[in-house]
């Protein structure tokens, strides 16, 4: 369990940011965690349902979304996480405003 955070549905791993990504559903968000499993950061999810998360060579995030049987793709979402995690005050909603915003695919 992760004190304070309920229904985590998916995690993935990035090497880049050396950080594993955990989806919480009930919360809408995407955690951020560090190797010892301390959270590192959460920014807000699109979607209703998240239920799975993955991670492209390209750096964009792939969610699926159960409620609403989609697949939601964030172009270049990880370069947005990476200035997230540096500076949280620099970006609101960083994977809801890139450019392009989330497409559902």
Do not use: C
């Amino acid at each position: 369990p992760l004190p304070g955070h309920g229904d985590l549905t998916a995690i993935t791993w990035s090497t880049a940011l050396q950080r594993l990504l955990v989806v919480a559903d009930k919360e809408d968000q995407l955690l951020v965690l560090r190797g010892g499993g301390s959270l590192g950061g959460r920014l807000p999810l699109p979607g209703q349902q998240q239920e799975g998360v993955a991670l492209d060579n390209a750096g964009n995030l792939w969610v699926t979304d159960d409620q609403d049987k989609s697949l939601l793709k964030m172009d270049a979402a990880l370069p947005a996480i990476e200035k997230y995690l540096k500076d949280p005050a620099a970006f609101q909603d960083p994977l809801t405003r890139l450019e392009g915003g989330a497409k559902k695919n």
